[in-house]
């Protein structure tokens, strides 16, 4: 008997056809604003409310990030979990806890953390109203490696639990072998030391000469050992706006206060203006030109910016290089906003609030 196997079409026609549904697929996965009004909270067995800005658990597929919001009632605990993915929150109303490989930060509006990969973690509310949280995690890029993977310990106290998966510090001799044992040893020691918490007392916005001041939230410029997601905030004057610009990945802007809109295009013109407002997420997906614009004359807007820059983007940058990723049009076009943005009047900065 015959054991060859012969498929009627060659190889080449098969792949061809196979990468055109592919970018088919994804195109329809594009999104521009989600807001908060699209994002359902449901009750989980974890004891708190989760709703899905952008993944696939809410229906709207990514590819490197993840977006998600959650609530813990006052008195509430959730049950204890751990990923091979890393996860940053950002604390948008309420006060609460959160506890990592047993150890309790406590959180108000406006606070920002780092869940790294594996670290045992659980949820608390000790306070008299709901606190709220976004999170961002590194999953859909673990998935499509196959390394996705979660383990919820239910209750059980974090003594009983197993530790981080152990690593070798070193091996004897001067071989391939034992340089690669020494410099994943040293990876990993630098990568269980980072930072965990950044309390918005200690936040100081620095302003640009484009009418916004920003800060780091967490970044590896000031101490966070994430898989490459970053986060910082900016806040846009009164009637101004973002330099446009257009580079790959998701990018995405949570808007803690205000409101206004965002040009998206696939041209730097003739594209479309998208409404936004406090609790909604902006995503920039897929190469598009973008533009941000607060649209009130007399408050400023804060949005938290988000995406995956120091690994898969900086990987997407060697690999494609000399293909150029980061674009701006004409001067004309990238700076337009109205008045001169040099002459801000910044207000104090105040925790933000929710609802
Ligand atoms: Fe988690
Ligand atoms: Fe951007």
């Known amino acids: 008997m015959s054991t060859k196997t012969t498929t ?21 996965n594009r999104r521009t604003v989600v807001g908060k009004e699209d994002v359902v909270l449901e009750d989980t067995s974890r004891g708190i409310r989760r709703g899905v800005y952008v993944g696939a658990d809410g229906g709207r597929p990514t590819r490197s990030m993840d977006a998600s919001v ?18 940053m929150m950002l604390c948008v109303g309420g006060w609460g806890w959160t506890e990592i490989d047993g150890e309790r930060i406590d959180w108000g509006p406006g606070d920002s953390l780092h ?37 919820d310990a239910g209750h059980r106290p974090v003594s009983e639990l197993d530790a981080r ?3 070798s510090p070193d091996v004897p001799g001067d071989d391939s072998y034992a340089r690669r044992v020494r410099r994943l040893a040293e990876d990993q020691s630098a990568r269980r030391s980072g930072r965990l918490h950044t309390s918005w007392d200690d936040l100081e916005m620095l302003p640009t000469p484009r009418g916004t001041r920003t800060t780091f939230l967490l970044d590896r410029a000031i101490g966070y050992q994430a898989s490459g997601i970053t986060m910082a905030m900016f806040e846009i004057g009164p009637g101004r706006g973002q330099s446009m610009h257009r580079h790959p990945g998701e990018a995405w802007l949570y808007v803690l206060d205000g409101e206004g809109h965002s040009y998206l295009g696939s041209e730097p013109e003739g594209g479309e203006d998208h409404p936004w407002r406090k609790g909604d ?7 598009l030109w973008h533009q941000h614009f607060n649209d009130s004359a ?5 949005v938290v910016r988000v995406h995956m820059f120091d690994s898969l983007l900086e990987t997407m940058r060697a690999l494609c290089d000399p293909l150029v990723l980061f674009e701006e049009p ?7 906003q109205a008045g001169d943005p040099t002459t801000v009047d910044w207000p104090e900065l105040t925790r933000p609030s929710w609802p």
């Open 298 to 302: 007399d408050r400023t807007a804060r």
């Open 281 to 287: 997420l902006i995503v920039v997906d897929h190469f």
């Open 8 to 28: 009627r079409q060659s190889h080449y026609w098969v792949q061809k056809q196979r990468r055109a549904d592919f970018i088919e697929q994804w195109r329809s």
């Open 70 to 87: 959650h609530e813990v009632d006052p008195g509430q605990v959730s049950t204890v979990h751990r990923h091979s993915w890393d996860a």
């Open 330 to 336: 004409p001067d004309h076009i990238r700076d337009r």
């Open 115 to 151: 869940l790294p990969a594996w670290s045992w973690h659980r949820q608390g509310n000790d306070g008299a109203t709901t606190a709220r949280f976004v999170s961002f995690s590194s999953e859909p890029l673990l998935e499509t490696m196959g390394m996705a993977v979660l383990d």
């Open 165 to 167: 998966p152990a690593f």
